[in-house]
DNA sequence: TTGCAAATACAACCAGGTTGCAAAATAAAG
DNA sequence: CTTTATTTTGCAACCTGGTTGTATTTGCAA
């Protein structure tokens, strides 16, 4: 049951074509698409819908939200079994591809008081296999 | 040998009055600084030269560039006791501030065979203690 | 002191993102 | 199948953070 429709209903939101097609495009993405890269994929919705139809979606939890190294903002299809939670990414600095690394995240530090913690991201930037075997 | 007309003339750049403002303020804030930030501190100095600025003091090593959860720049001075590592950041999704946590960063986790390691980022992210009182 | 490369000020511009509001569409009740 | 309350869409305008072009000024080395 992983499609745009049901999870949208199961998630309590309206089903509207642009959530379904956004939500689609997400799922279909190997990488966390910006705006932009999904307004491309999608002429005919609307630039303003689809920044506040990408909103809803996270609103709701069907899709995650980062900023990338451009300081642009990020968006990814967050499974149903928060896949992404749980371990470590790899991110290469030369071909920007993302590798899930097996090891387990470190645990949460203490934080001051009055601080409430969402997140936790361990990002291990470096460069792979791939890249490295080219350039030597 | 920390002030930073000395720090300029080692790095080989030009020493400028909005240089050396620019990385004076760099120098005595806690937290990496938004253009904002340090625009409101040195109200004199043009906008678009303090752009050209902090990236010159970027280029030459002397500042530190990062993108904060809100997709804004911050910068944050890169002095010989890169006083920045070694410890973790937490970023406040709600005013994108930054603050420095006392716990040390957990140990690299092993990579697999061929992949290089440049740097490790501990990212928490959550909502400090200013925001979270307002909302309540 | 002079000459030139580098830095500054100012205006215009650009990209990504947000706001306000009237018109259209969803989904629930009758 | 209508009606109705509420969301969502589309469009225009706007905002913030950041960049580019260029004439003028400044740092600094000869």
Redesign the pocket.
Known sequence: MSNPVDLL?AAG???????VRSLEALQAATQPM???DIESLLPD?????L???L??LVACGLALKAVDTR???RFSASGPHRQHDGHIHFRCTSCGGVSCLKAAPPPPPKLPRGFRLDAVEFDVRGTCAQCAGQSA
Chains 1, 2 share one sequence.
């Open positions: 209903r939101v309206r089903v509207t074509p642009g959530r910006s705006h932009a919705v609307d630039r303003v819908t920044y506040r139809v909103d809803s300081g642009v903002f």
